[in-house]
């Protein structure tokens, strides 16, 4: 039987970016499956994936967010019997060349996700200083709570089993949830690796993400990290 894979693109507003991302996708990783999940755009993204690059697209009706773009995905791939999600964002800061890393990793220690990580032992684009920073605090309080090293906590590009897909079809975190899911997934006994990936800065644009947003959103971040761990205690 062979094995379906799904491409999860989360997308806002990357009408330039998002035909550029889908055919890096159908050159690298032509037997996968790619559905954009368009976050309800403000500009021409959904039309530009459904017709210049003619792959599946889910309008929301409203702005989720990350988190509730991602989750469409994920209950998306378990209505439709996937074995495999991968996650990449539609700003081209992923390559598709490095999908089959996560996909490998995942058969090879039969793990419930793979984060691609651009900290273990690989050149690639390393994002900002605070960035960097707020990673490297990520990466303490993993170690202080749940024992394991997660060195790209904030990276999205990540794959998920059956397993992890019906979890978080159901369990998604709403804001930033990337830090968050490997907490959630952690005290829920699933298991979790990270595989080293190059990446690139987004190919047009820029990051909504701003120095001052990067301090409230590593402030909101960790508060919400503990909170999850701590209702897992109660």
């Known amino acids: 039987m062979q094995t379906k894979i799904l491409i999860v693109i989360p997308a806002f507003n990357e009408e330039k970016n998002i035909s550029i991302v889908i055919e890096?996708?159908?050159?690298?990783?032509?037997?996968?499956?790619?559905?954009?999940?368009?976050?309800?755009?403000?500009?021409?993204?959904?039309?530009v994936a459904k017709t210049k690059a003619g792959v599946r697209v889910v309008d929301l009706p409203c702005n989720l967010g990350i988190g509730g773009a991602v989750q469409t995905g994920f209950k998306y791939a378990q209505r439709n019997d996937y074995d495999y999600v991968v996650q990449v964002d539609g700003d081209g800061q992923h390559l598709a060349e490095e999908v089959p890393k996560l996909i490998t990793e995942m058969q090879k220690y039969n793990c419930d996700m793979v984060?691609?990580?651009?900290f273990l032992d690989i050149e690639s684009f390393k994002t900002t200083n605070i960035r960097r920073m707020g990673i490297k605090m990520f990466y303490l309080i993993y170690r202080l709570l749940i024992k394991i090293k997660v060195t790209d906590g904030t990276s999205g590009f990540r794959g998920y089993n059956k397993r992890s897909?019906?979890?978080?079809?159901?369990?998604?975190?709403?804001?930033?949830?990337?830090?968050?899911?490997?907490?959630?997934?952690?005290?829920?006994?699933?298991?979790?690796?990270?595989?080293?990936?190059?990446m690139r800065e987004r190919i047009h644009g820029r990051s909504s993400i701003t120095p001052i947003k990067s301090l409230y959103y590593m402030t909101k971040v960790v508060m919400s990290i503990f909170f999850s761990y701590l209702r897992t205690r109660w």
């Open 24 to 47: 890096d996708l159908k050159t690298n990783v032509p037997g996968c499956d790619i559905l954009v999940v368009n976050d309800c755009s403000l500009d021409n993204t959904s039309n």
């Open 115 to 118: 984060i691609g990580s651009r």
């Open 165 to 198: 897909i019906a979890f978080l079809a159901n369990n998604y975190p709403d804001d930033y949830p990337e830090p968050e899911a490997v907490i959630l997934l952690n005290v829920n006994g699933l298991i979790i690796r990270e595989v080293g990936v190059r």
